[in-house]
């Protein structure tokens, strides 16, 4: 019998930022992209982003082990449409940092995103 890992669950998202480096929705302006923050208390996902085709946006959700499921709207930059839709990802670790996985519908049609943690700066250093 070959002994298999436990999966590994990844630290809390509190606090952290990321920002989208690919995605099935819309190209992205790797100068801009859309920035997301994330909050984590007891279960519960929360967080707000911006940029590139986004002016701002809002999510709540939950997360269960590395899943995420949230619900999200935001308003466009191009037209001050409102979107809405829902959100499942995957929080995978690496050596690299955290990455998100996501997999979302908007107006009825799935997408996948990937979005990648942004490393803090150390107090005192500069980015």
Do not use: K
Not at 106 to 115: A, F, Q, Y
């Amino acid at each position: 019998m070959i002994p298999t890992d436990p999966v590994t669950i990844a630290p809390s998202l509190d606090g952290r930022r990321f920002v989208m480096e690919s995605s099935t929705n819309s190209p992205v302006d790797p100068s801009s992209p859309s920035s997301f923050e994330y909050f984590e208390r007891d279960g519960v996902i929360w967080g707000d982003y911006d940029g590139d085709t986004v002016t701002f946006g809002r999510f709540v959700g939950t997360r269960v082990g590395n899943q995420l499921e949230v619900s999200f709207a935001h308003v466009m930059a191009a037209d001050g449409r409102v979107v809405t839709g829902t959100s499942g990802s995957v929080v995978e670790q690496s050596t690299a940092g955290i990455r998100l996985v996501e997999n979302f519908t908007i107006d009825g049609v799935d997408h996948v995103s990937i979005c990648v943690e942004v490393p803090t700066t150390p107090a005192g250093g500069t980015s």
